[in-house]
């Protein structure tokens, strides 16, 4: 059974930091792209940034130089670090992995940036 388990989301004040970590099991998780999307309320969900098998990152405009992605393949474990978060962030953050054919998503977990 695959499972993608979020955490780290929470309540932080304007220009604070938060560090969300995504676990996975069931999948071979060194051969998936990893991406980290967002949904605030009444928005579409969107991509926020990714990180594939070799190690390359992509970021949305609006969080590059905050944000950071990064992958421990020996802990099956996505993060998102995210500084001077604004209350622009807030949403709901998921996680997400692609390889092949497969696409699996995690439950989420909430952001909240008090100004």
């Known amino acids: 059974q695959v499972q993608l388990v979020e955490s780290g989301g929470g309540l932080v004040q304007a220009g604070g930091s938060l560090r969300l970590s995504c676990a996975a099991s069931g999948i071979i998780f060194s051969i998936y792209t990893m991406t980290w999307y967002r949904q605030a309320p009444g928005k579409q969900r969107e991509l926020v940034a990714g990180?594939?098998?070799?190690?390359?990152?992509n970021y949305a405009d609006s969080v590059k130089g905050r944000f950071t992605i990064s992958r421990d393949n020996a802990k099956s474990t996505v993060y998102l670090q995210m500084n001077s978060l604004k209350p622009e962030d807030i949403a709901v953050y998921y996680c997400?992995?692609?390889?092949?054919?497969?696409?699996?998503w995690g439950q989420g977990t909430q952001v909240t940036v008090s100004s």
């Open positions: 990180i594939t098998r070799s190690g390359s990152t």
């Open positions: 997400n992995a692609v390889a092949g054919g497969y696409n699996y």
